[in-house]
């Protein structure tokens, strides 16, 4: 990753709230800003080639958005994003799938502070800052798309979760890092790799609440795919933050693709790497019926969505996201 690394910088005390960084802007190397103009040419290019292979809210939203030619400030973002009702603040890369649904049932979006590396501009093992702007943001300018995410946190929120979740989130943030570190021992990848392995087939037998709805967000938000297998539209922010991954989907034709529904639950994804299969849902309303369908099944269905408080103390952690 292309930023100065400050593990000390978490702030706050709260529940969650520890997963909180100041974004630093001034100490973005000039390395991050071209790797961000490099993409922004991408992405644009990637645009006028595949277009009409996206879902017409996605373009709309990147004009909304006015992105600069430079790694924009949070408070840039948030500006853009006011009419949406929604806001964005830093976070340390990964964060536990319980703490990300609390954020996005208040409207708030978590965005990695970090910038990929320049060989990784195409395609890059671990969330950053290039893969929450270009692939996330630009959907909440749609107000069907902002209100499924809204209420699948809510949903989300209310989730049973078991040992496995921690281990699964501890493991998946820890071989990210190593993957997209050039510097990282081999050995040492594949051990993890190896540790990965044991810890999904575990998951596959005693699977929670908590990783099945991570595994329909991913499916339907981060690989999200509309319409029919040989007519599809493009959301997911996956693809629209990785040119490669997206060629590989609409360019070489050889990925399996397979109606959205409940069955979702049962499939793993991997971030690390392409992936070969993905799921086609109808529309928004198909993805709505979907977690309404999956939320008649959990322990804590009838339950209210707890207050997190996160609402509360986002404006403080702007004004830390704007100091240098």
Same mark, same amino acid.
């Given at each position: 990753?292309?930023?100065?690394?400050?593990?000390?910088?978490? *702030?706050?005390?709260? !529940? &969650?709230? &520890? =997963?909180?960084?100041?974004?630093?802007?001034?100490? #973005?190397?000039?390395?991050?800003?071209?790797?961000?103009?490099?993409?922004?040419?991408?992405?644009?290019? %990637?645009?006028?080639?595949?277009?009409?292979? +996206?879902?017409?809210?996605?373009?709309?939203?990147?004009? @909304?958005?006015?992105?600069?030619?430079?790694?924009?400030?949070?408070?840039? %973002?948030?500006?853009?994003?006011?009419?949406?009702?929604?806001?964005?603040?830093?976070?340390?890369? #990964?964060?536990?799938?319980?703490?990300?649904?609390? %954020?996005?049932?208040?409207?708030?979006?978590?965005?990695?502070?970090?910038?990929?590396?320049?060989?990784?501009?195409?395609?890059?093992?671990?969330?950053?800052?290039?893969?929450?702007?270009?692939? =996330?943001?630009?959907?909440?300018?749609?107000?069907?798309?902002?209100?499924?995410?809204?209420?699948?946190?809510?949903?989300?929120?209310?989730?049973?979760?078991?040992?496995?979740?921690?281990? #699964?989130? !501890?493991?998946?943030?820890?071989?990210?890092?190593?993957? !997209?570190?050039?510097?990282?021992?081999?050995?040492?990848?594949?051990?993890?790799?190896?540790?990965?392995? @044991?810890? *999904?087939?575990?998951?596959?037998?005693? &699977? !929670?609440?908590?990783?099945? %709805?991570?595994?329909? #967000?991913?499916?339907?938000? @981060?690989?999200?795919? +509309?319409?029919?297998?040989?007519?599809?539209?493009?959301?997911?922010?996956?693809?629209?933050?990785?040119?490669?991954?997206?060629?590989?989907?609409?360019?070489?034709?050889?990925?399996?693709?397979?109606?959205?529904?409940?069955?979702?639950?049962?499939?793993?994804?991997?971030?690390?790497?392409?992936?070969?299969?993905?799921?086609?849902?109808?529309?928004?309303?198909? *993805?709505? @019926?979907?977690?309404?369908?999956?939320?008649?099944? +959990?322990?804590?269905?009838?339950?209210?969505?707890?207050?997190?408080?996160?609402?509360?103390?986002?404006? $403080?952690?702007?004004?830390?996201?704007?100091? $240098?």
């Amino acid at each position: 990753m292309v930023f100065p690394q400050d593990e000390s910088e978490a *702030l706050m005390g709260a !529940s &969650g709230s &520890g =997963h909180f960084v100041a974004q630093r802007h001034s100490a #973005y190397p000039p390395e991050a800003h071209e790797v961000w103009r490099a993409v922004q040419a991408r992405n644009s290019a %990637l645009i006028a080639e595949y277009g009409h292979k +996206m879902h017409p809210a996605y373009i709309k939203g990147m004009r @909304e958005l006015q992105l600069p030619s430079c790694v924009p400030r949070i408070e840039q %973002l948030n500006q853009q994003l006011q009419r949406t009702g929604w806001r964005t603040v830093c976070v340390d890369g #990964y964060i536990p799938s319980e703490v990300y649904a609390r %954020l996005i049932s208040e409207c708030i979006f978590p965005i990695s502070r970090m910038v990929r590396r320049p060989e990784h501009i195409d395609f890059a093992p671990d969330p950053d800052l290039i893969h929450d702007v270009f692939g =996330h943001l630009p959907m909440l300018f749609s107000p069907e798309y902002r209100a499924y995410l809204k209420r699948f946190g809510e949903v989300m929120s209310r989730a049973e979760s078991n040992a496995y979740d921690v281990l #699964y989130f !501890s493991t998946v943030r820890r071989l990210a890092a190593l993957e !997209s570190d050039p510097s990282s021992p081999a050995s040492e990848i594949e051990k993890l790799r190896a540790r990965m392995l @044991e810890i *999904l087939q575990a998951m596959a037998v005693d &699977g !929670s609440e908590l990783t099945h %709805l991570r595994r329909l #967000y991913v499916w339907s938000i @981060e690989f999200g795919i +509309m319409g029919a297998a040989g007519d599809f539209a493009i959301h997911g922010a996956a693809f629209l933050s990785a040119p490669a991954e997206f060629r590989a989907l609409c360019a070489a034709g050889d990925a399996c693709l397979e109606p959205y529904g409940l069955s979702s639950i049962d499939n793993e994804n991997a971030f690390t790497e392409l992936l070969h299969r993905y799921f086609v849902a109808r529309d928004f309303e198909h *993805l709505d @019926e979907v977690l309404s369908a999956y939320e008649r099944r +959990m322990c804590r269905a009838a339950s209210p969505t707890r207050p997190s408080g996160f609402r509360e103390i986002v404006p $403080t952690l702007e004004g830390c996201a704007a100091s $240098t």
